[in-house]
């Protein structure tokens, strides 16, 4: 997840929020918080780096 300039939530924040909008089952059991994310020259996400770095 990438915060916007200024921003903060901590992951007990985030696993409250989604416990409002989801289903028990449906909720992340981790949270990573990053600077910025992969993109290629037209602004896509690289899934598959994401993939990568954290199929480890």
């Known amino acids: 997840m990438v915060l916007k ?3 903060g939530i901590t992951k007990e ?3 409250d929020w989604c416990s409002c909008k ?6 992340p059991k981790s949270f990573d918080f990053v600077d910025s994310l992969p ?4 602004g896509k996400v690289l899934k598959t780096v994401l993939r990568e ?3 480890k």
């Open 13 to 15: 924040e985030m696993i």
């Open 5 to 7: 300039e200024g921003q």
């Open 22 to 27: 989801m289903e028990v089952y449906k909720i």
């Open 39 to 42: 993109k290629n020259p037209g």
């Open 53 to 55: 770095r954290y199929s």
